[in-house]
């Protein structure tokens, strides 16, 4: 069996306002979405949004302070342009800009974005990661490992 990301569950303070402003962000809440939870396609992804202590209580943890969590989603774009497009429009949707769109050390461009749950975005221009026509990154050198393999 094959370790595959199937979808991403973003514990949220309110389903409801963190519904808005994904639907603000362009995304299209799928008809399985419930009152306590919505669900969003990202192309072979899942994104969710559940209630943050209801989260943490089926996982079985304890429901510990907002803060940085040590994890951040990445949206890679296909230029400089669309990060700064893209981060407008998060700030635009109700998120809070962290990092500004700017030149990165690894040789692109980057911009980091708050949901309204403090869940860290970064939106990035990445030259040494194409993307496909459908807008999924290309890993360089990576044919034939067992990563992917169907």
């Not at 514990?11 to 409801?16: E, I, K």
């Not at 890679?76 to 109700?94: C, I, Q």
């Not at 040789?107 to 970064?122: C, I, T």
């Amino acid at each position: 069996m094959q370790l595959r990301l199937s979808l991403v569950t973003l514990g949220v303070a309110d389903v409801a306002r963190s519904r808005r402003f994904y639907e603000a962000m362009g995304l299209v809440a799928s008809s399985a979405s419930q009152e306590d939870v919505t669900f969003f396609q990202l192309g072979n992804v899942v994104l969710a949004l559940f209630g943050r202590a209801a989260l943490a209580a089926d996982a079985g943890v304890s429901d510990s302070a907002q803060g940085f969590s040590g994890v951040a989603l990445a949206w890679n774009v296909p230029s400089e342009r669309h990060v700064d497009a893209a981060l407008t429009k998060a700030a635009a949707s109700g998120g809070q800009i962290v990092k500004a769109g700017q030149k990165v050390f690894w040789g692109g461009y980057s911009g980091y974005f708050a949901d309204p749950d403090g869940h860290l975005w970064e939106v990035a221009y990445n030259p040494f990661f194409p993307l496909d026509e459908t807008g999924r990154v290309s890993l360089p050198d990576d044919v034939g490992s067992p990563a992917s393999t169907p």
